[in-house]
């Protein structure tokens, strides 16, 4: 038993390792691609012939919070009116219509070209009124917002013109959080979003391996949507799904580090395990729909790697989830097994891939909140925070990973939204939020009591090696069970 827990153990490590090494090469490349000038071509918008024909889609479930709040800042947008399309893509089943509508009206007073898209049926989900809305599209291309989003006005006029390149299918912008400073929950969202939107997106980016569209805030070329099969709602992120369809089939994306798309963060640790457990996933979904044929393309060997690792990313989780359940029995393997010192010995050398995350994070950290010592010392509470939480929620987001490998399927459950910005202010009443104690919240108790157990062992076995590790487990998975007790 010793030598098979040993064995998991082993692998797991060695996955994370090799996910490290990953990063550590997105990060070179994200620094080098700092010194490199955009050389793109852009359409002249001083020329009206050159500004092409745009579909702003807001695709929206029951948004009852936000909606005016986007339809307010949709108005602001700056294009030409006889250029531009807004279609609401509206599948809501609440009050949120007859506000929705209103909204409609008021842009159409206003001289917007804006249509009201209703379905009966919810086929597909998201990618199934998207797939919908460009059946009648006027626009030659599609942006897309999500109901927490706030474009800034020159959204379109920072993103449009670089599709004058033919080869570009899609152009992404990077999120802004308009709440990151609520709470901790909020600021780890925010640090892990940040991390992926510097690092990963321009690291992949500048080198041409492939990235993907995150679903919003971003802009499609309509006839790479077309050549590339179309929206498909068979797994939960349809927008991984279709990035990776048209980037094999030649597309080129253009990532814009710098024009930023604000929105909000779900405040709610149940609604941030609700977006965890879509995204982790689809992630693993498309690992599944997609890995050969990423094997069998004509990508280089470093895309293809890259883009491996990129589709399983979710699965670090499953990784890390291994790893820390089985660090106790491993504790006491190493205090009675004393043949087995220089294995030991050898997996110290792992703490390498804690070292190279803390050096990529601290990189993406410096650039987006500045540089001295306050502010590194707010990045480490921050570096700890966020690895303690994703520990927190390693094993919800493990079983959404295994549901993904293993073709489990399940519906589309969207993120609820609040816009609330101050402590202060009751989300609890939010009608969107289901407020009931779940089996793996039970779970996420009896783990955050395990951990602790870790801790005692340490003393008992004057080996603490591994204590600050379940330092953070037990502030994880305490932090998530305690949350889920509150909210009720």
């Given at each position: 038993?010793?030598?098979?827990?040993?064995?998991?153990?082993?692998?797991?490590?060695?996955?994370?390792?090799?996910?490290?090494?990953?990063?550590?090469?997105?990060?070179?490349?994200?620094?080098?691609?700092?010194?490199?000038?955009?050389?793109?071509?852009?359409?002249?918008?001083?020329?009206?012939?050159?500004?092409?024909?745009?579909?702003?889609?807001?695709?929206?479930?029951?948004?009852?919070?936000?909606?005016?709040?986007?339809?307010?800042?949709?108005?602001?947008?700056?294009?030409?009116?006889?250029?531009?399309?807004?279609?609401?893509?509206?599948?809501?089943?609440?009050?949120?219509?007859?506000?929705?509508?209103?909204?409609?009206?008021?842009?159409?007073?206003?001289?917007?070209?804006?249509?009201?898209?209703?379905?009966?049926?919810?086929?597909?989900?998201?990618?199934?009124?998207?797939?919908?809305?460009?059946?009648?599209?006027?626009?030659?291309?599609?942006?897309?917002?999500?109901?927490?989003?706030?474009?800034?006005?020159?959204?379109?006029?920072?993103?449009?013109?670089?599709?004058?390149?033919?080869?570009?299918?899609?152009?992404?912008?990077?999120?802004?959080?308009?709440?990151?400073?609520?709470s901790i929950l909020t600021r780890i969202q925010a640090f892990a979003l940040d991390a992926h939107f510097t690092i990963e997106q321009?690291?992949?980016?500048?080198?041409?391996?492939?990235?993907?569209?995150?679903?919003?805030?971003?802009?499609?070329?309509?006839?790479?949507?077309?050549?590339?099969?179309?929206?498909?709602?068979?797994?939960?992120?349809?927008?991984?799904?279709?990035?990776?369809?048209?980037?094999?089939?030649?597309?080129?994306f253009k990532y814009l580090e710098d024009v930023i798309s604000p929105a909000e963060l779900p405040i709610a640790v149940s609604a941030a395990k609700s977006q965890q457990f879509r995204w982790n996933k689809g992630g693993?979904?498309?690992?599944?729909?997609?890995?050969?044929?990423?094997?069998?393309?004509?990508?280089?060997?470093?895309?293809?790697?890259?883009?491996?690792?990129?589709?399983?990313?979710?699965?670090?989780?499953?990784?890390?989830?291994?790893?820390?359940?089985?660090?106790?029995?491993?504790?006491?393997?190493?205090?009675?097994?004393?043949?087995?010192?220089?294995?030991?010995?050898?997996?110290?050398?792992?703490?390498?891939?804690?070292?190279?995350?803390?050096?990529?994070?601290?990189?993406?950290?410096?650039?987006?909140?500045?540089?001295?010592?306050?502010?590194?010392?707010?990045?480490?509470?921050?570096?700890?925070?966020?690895?303690?939480?994703?520990?927190?929620?390693?094993?919800?987001?493990?079983?959404?990973?295994?549901?993904?490998?293993?073709?489990?399927?399940?519906?589309?459950?969207?993120?609820?939204?609040?816009?609330?910005?101050?402590?202060?202010?009751?989300?609890?009443?939010?009608?969107?939020?289901?407020?009931?104690?779940?089996?793996?919240?039970?779970?996420?108790?009896?783990?955050?009591?395990?951990?602790?157990?870790?801790?005692?062992?340490?003393?008992?076995?004057?080996?603490?090696?591994?204590?600050?590790?379940?330092?953070?487990?037990?502030?994880?998975?305490?932090?998530?069970?305690?949350?889920?007790?509150?909210?009720?």
């Amino acid at each position: 038993m010793d030598y098979i827990i040993i064995t998991v153990y082993t692998m797991s490590l060695l996955m994370i390792f090799f996910y490290a090494l990953a990063q550590l090469n997105l990060l070179i490349n994200y620094v080098k691609a700092q010194k490199q000038c955009d050389k793109c071509s852009t359409f002249d918008f001083d020329n009206e012939d050159e500004i092409p024909m745009v579909t702003i889609q807001l695709p929206m479930y029951n948004e009852m919070y936000v909606v005016e709040r986007l339809f307010d800042q949709v108005a602001k947008i700056k294009y030409p009116k006889n250029k531009l399309e807004i279609q609401v893509l509206d599948d809501s089943t609440d009050e949120s219509i007859a506000v929705t509508l209103k909204k409609v009206n008021e842009l159409k007073a206003l001289g917007f070209d804006i249509n009201h898209i209703q379905r009966e049926i919810r086929t597909g989900f998201k990618a199934g009124a998207l797939k919908e809305g460009l059946e009648s599209a006027k626009g030659e291309f599609i942006a897309i917002f999500d109901a927490d989003f706030l474009p800034e006005p020159d959204f379109l006029y920072k993103t449009i013109p670089y599709f004058k390149n033919e080869k570009i299918g899609v152009v992404q912008t990077r999120w802004g959080h308009i709440n990151r400073d609520y709470s901790i929950l909020t600021r780890i969202q925010a640090f892990a979003l940040d991390a992926h939107f510097t690092i990963e997106q321009v690291g992949r980016n500048s080198k041409g391996h492939f990235i993907n569209f995150n679903g919003t805030a971003g802009v499609w070329r309509k006839a790479c949507i077309f050549d590339a099969g179309n929206w498909e709602g068979d797994t939960l992120t349809e927008d991984l799904d279709l990035s990776y369809r048209s980037q094999l089939k030649g597309w080129k994306f253009k990532y814009l580090e710098d024009v930023i798309s604000p929105a909000e963060l779900p405040i709610a640790v149940s609604a941030a395990k609700s977006q965890q457990f879509r995204w982790n996933k689809g992630g693993a979904e498309n690992f599944r729909k997609m890995k050969w044929k990423v094997l069998s393309s004509d990508s280089n060997w470093k895309t293809k790697l890259h883009c491996i690792l990129h589709l399983l990313n979710s699965t670090m989780f499953l990784n890390v989830f291994i790893i820390a359940v089985l660090s106790i029995p491993m504790l006491y393997i190493k205090n009675h097994s004393m043949e087995l010192e220089n294995y030991f010995a050898v997996m110290s050398a792992f703490i390498s891939s804690t070292i190279i995350f803390f050096i990529c994070y601290w990189v993406m950290y410096r650039k987006l909140q500045g540089k001295g010592f306050v502010s590194f010392f707010r990045y480490v509470l921050d570096f700890f925070s966020f690895f303690s939480l994703a520990l927190g929620f390693s094993f919800h987001n493990t079983i959404a990973v295994l549901e993904g490998h293993f073709g489990k399927k399940s519906a589309f459950i969207r993120t609820p939204k609040f816009n609330i910005n101050n402590i202060n202010q009751n989300w609890k009443s939010n009608k969107y939020i289901v407020n009931s104690l779940s089996f793996t919240n039970l779970v996420e108790g009896l783990l955050a009591l395990y951990f602790i157990f870790g801790l005692y062992s340490a003393f008992y076995l004057n080996d603490y090696g591994l204590f600050l590790f379940h330092i953070m487990l037990v502030f994880g998975f305490g932090y998530v069970f305690i949350n889920a007790l509150r909210s009720n």
